[in-house]
């Protein structure tokens, strides 16, 4: 099994001709809640490629956390350690989007930014048998760092996907990851650089791997996918796919990544997979609901 540990949000979109400017009072086209969050939109992937998942996180005592549980109950998601925080709002993410597709987004981390080492020990019960750990930057650092290490003295491999962006974070947590995988602006964060081709993310690899992590796999979006690992290093492009909406590649890529892992299938085939996974999440709208099942990218890889 996989375990995710991270950030349970409901989305709140709005769509809109224009963005208000401050002060301003408009009418909007269209409203929708849609489950979201890097951490459940991960559990989600992983879940679609029918590997059994288990989530650690919080939700608030609201509709939008009955709504949140249940709907990663339908994905299959092992929810049973996902507390229900009677002190907090579930975590939420206002999204206003225009004709352009420019966007205001405000996350409010309510129940996710509660979550801290009670939830670790929660989690330490999967960690028997687990075959990976996945962890974003939506929930607390210290919470992260702490799972982090758990896994790692478990024995448990640690997948980071260090998401939304941070600059700076403890070496100690670079020393329990196994596998980091950033996009090209959040690899650009880490290592103080600009990272946008092979290339350059062989440079920020090296940077990495000088920080303790093991394996490095750099997401170039529709460019493709560059890898290191203390062996050997190489470049995946990406698939050709009619992109419609990347919303939750990265975390189907994740998803994908993970999955293959859980199976055994060496690290290139695993990002085979979570490209492929990726690619196809690119080509529908939305998060959670653009995630593809197991036949379907089983299908897309064997054209
Ligand atoms: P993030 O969503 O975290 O910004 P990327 O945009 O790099 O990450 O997307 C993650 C992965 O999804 C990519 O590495 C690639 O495998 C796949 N992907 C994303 N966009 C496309 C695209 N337009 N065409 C093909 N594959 C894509």
Known sequence: HVIIFGSINMDLVARTPTLPVPGETLLGYSFATVPGGKGANQAVAVARLNIPTVMVGRVGSDGFGQELLSSLQTASVDTTDVLVDDSQHSGVAMIAVDDHSENHIIVIPGANGQVDATDVDRLSRHLPGAA?????????LPAVLAAAKAAHHAGVRVILDPAPALSDFSTELYSYVSIITPNAIEAAH????????????????????????ETVVIKLGAKGVFCATPEESFFIPAFHVKAVDTVAAGDAFNGGLSAALAEGLPIRQAITWGAATGALAATKSGAQSSLPDRATVEAFLST
Request: hydrophobic residues 50%; glycine residues 6%; without cysteine.
């Open 190 to 213: 880490l290592v103080g650089f600009s990272v946008d081709d092979p290339s350059t993310a062989a440079q920020a690899a090296t940077v990495l791997h000088q920080r303790g992590v």
């Open 132 to 140: 990976a750990l996945l962890l974003q930057f939506e929930i607390p």
